[in-house]
């Protein structure tokens, strides 16, 4: 099963790599996005969640095929905490993991900027997961 998802994904690779030619614009940027993560567990009986921070960094390409049209994979690494607090008992959890979304943008003038509109599949892996619980004090 491992060879025939890795044999689609180079297939599919190979497909973007040909249509790429010299009537193509390639720009490349750096990526930083921050986000506020929470676990919802159900049956959570006189105990509560939060929000934590967390954040992604990492980079990307932007591939113009004219002027609205571009395809934009990124590599990103993702950090997110977790902290939930049940009877008597905290819990934290830190995830870190690598994703790697691929855009198929729209892009279009509005007056003096652009409007960017993008759709596509994101792939992760997650390669790390720490849990820490604490007792409360009474």
């Given at each position: 099963m491992k060879k025939m998802i890795i044999i689609a994904i180079f297939a599919i690779g190979s497909m973007f790599t040909v249509t790429v030619n010299a009537q193509t614009s390639t720009s490349f940027g750096v990526k930083l996005n921050g986000n506020l993560s929470n676990v919802e567990v159900s049956n959570l009986q006189n105990g509560s969640d939060s929000f934590?921070?967390?954040?992604?960094?990492?980079?990307?390409?932007?591939?113009?095929?004219?002027?609205?049209?571009?395809?934009?994979?990124?590599?990103?690494?993702?950090?997110?905490?977790?902290?939930?607090?049940?009877?008597?008992?905290k819990t934290r959890f830190k995830y870190a993991s690598v994703e790697i979304p691929v855009y198929a943008m729209g892009q279009f003038n509005i007056g003096r900027g652009k409007l960017f509109a993008g759709i596509g599949p994101n792939i992760g892996y997650g390669f790390s997961i720490d849990s820490k619980t604490e007792k409360l004090p009474d």
């Open positions: 934590k921070p967390g954040a992604s960094l990492g980079g990307f390409a932007k591939i113009e095929f004219g002027e609205h049209f571009a395809l934009q994979p990124e590599l990103l690494f993702s950090y997110t905490e977790r902290k939930i607090t049940t009877a008597g008992e």
